[in-house]
């Protein structure tokens, strides 16, 4: 029975402890003493050391101050002015405005095995102070590096042809991805752009050359649709004008006006009609 009690005391010991810890931020004594020293010696230098506790935040930035290693408040500081204490106070500036960088030029093996050169530009932004601080080291340098490598690996599942008719899709994948991978670091991904596929010598020489193909064979087709459709026309034309042997006579004769108008040296005496009509029924 003793034992027990033995035991329970320096566990509820503990417990006290911890909790007196914790409703004093977690920095212990020696923490809360280091803290009273430095507030000690900003009263002591009072005109000279309000130059080095206040500090200006920008609307457009959050501070994110650490004390004695650990996140004061648990939400960042800013806009406006801040209070810091020497030597036991940091603080980190997060810019909260949208960044965009772009990706330099990779040398991608399509699915089709076609080497290409795509560059983009990644748009985006810091929603989460702490979280870019505290869970990534350089939040700017890891998200440009996701983004190179998002891009290879999304674009070398394409063939040449998707790459080049579906970038927006493309882009969409890919910003869906950095925006999940990115999310712990506290960044949103707004906006991913292909700018620019660079193909080699030869297949641009060889894509010419199919489209060329491709027209000429479009424009015999089309070609070849409007002489049927005229020798329909004639047809039509023949037999109207062998139902009616009136609409040939005027035919005639306007052929024969026709050639009157030109200047040449050929006279054409014109026949009846009724003439050759009998000659061809003898």
Request: glycine residues 4%; neutral net charge.
């Amino acid at each position: 029975m003793d034992l027990n009690i033995d035991t329970q005391v320096p566990s509820q010991k503990r417990e006290s402890k911890q909790l007196v810890d914790a409703i004093k931020g977690g920095i212990g004594v020696c923490g809360w003493f280091l803290l009273i020293i430095s507030a000690v010696f900003v009263v002591i230098t009072f005109p000279l050391s309000i130059w080095f506790c206040v500090k200006i935040i920008k609307e457009y930035e959050r501070a994110v101050v650490f004390r004695l290693g650990r996140i004061t408040s648990g939400k960042p500081s800013g806009p406006g002015l801040m209070f810091i204490l020497p030597c036991t106070d940091t603080f980190i500036k997060v810019d909260l405005r949208v960044i965009s960088f772009a990706i330099p030029p990779q040398e991608i093996l399509t699915k089709d095995s076609v080497t290409t050169t795509v560059d983009g530009v990644v748009y985006y932004r810091i929603y989460n102070a702490i979280k870019s601080v505290a869970n990534v080291y350089n939040v700017n340098l890891a998200t440009a590096q996701l983004s190179q490598t998002t891009l290879r690996n999304i674009l070398g599942t394409q063939t040449l042809s998707s790459i080049l008719s579906n970038r927006e899709d493309i882009a969409h994948n890919i910003q869906s991805i950095l925006d999940n991978a990115t999310h712990e670091w506290g960044v949103n991904v707004e906006r991913v752009e292909m700018r620019d596929v660079r193909l080699p010598v030869q297949m641009q020489r060889a894509m010419a050359a199919e489209a060329e193909a491709t027209r000429e064979a479009r424009a015999k087709v089309i070609a070849a649709e409007g002489e049927m459709n005229a020798s329909r026309a004639l047809k039509e034309a023949s037999m109207v004008i062998c139902e009616s042997p009136a609409a040939l006579q005027l035919r005639y004769l306007q052929t024969l006006a026709t050639i009157a108008t030109e200047n040449n040296s050929t006279i054409v005496f014109p026949l009846p009609i009724d003439i050759l009509q009998g000659l061809s029924k003898k």
